[in-house]
């Protein structure tokens, strides 16, 4: 995953709405949920809610799944994944490297 990627996901998952549309979306029983139903959860209104929607959807946290007239949303677990581990790899690349006192074993 390029810094691109993992700024653009950071970007998105970086308001609050977003984040609960997440929790939301990941908590359904069948794995997807329909706009509608978020908005009666958030108490949001539907062109709010529709415009977080889209930030994600852009990201490529959720999926679009036509159902009829309405489209439900489905998380992208492999996405999140995929930004755990490039996060943890970034993280990682942070950390100062060992003293020479800390590298000696005892």
Excluded: W
């Excluded at 959807?57 to 007239?69: C, Q, S, V, W």
């Amino acid at each position: 995953m390029h810094d691109d990627d993992i700024a653009n996901i950071m970007r998105a998952m970086g308001h609050p709405v977003r984040l609960n549309i997440l929790r939301i979306l990941a908590k359904q029983e069948r794995g997807e949920c329909c706009c509608a139903d978020v908005t009666d959860e958030l108490t949001l209104a539907q062109s709010t809610v529709s415009q977080h929607i889209k930030v994600l959807l852009d990201a490529g946290l959720i999926e679009r799944r036509p159902r009829g007239t309405r489209n439900c949303y489905i998380v992208q677990y492999d996405r999140l994944a995929a930004l755990g581990s490039a996060y943890s790899g970034m993280i990682a690349g942070f950390a100062p490297a060992p003293t020479k006192l800390e590298a000696e074993p005892a």
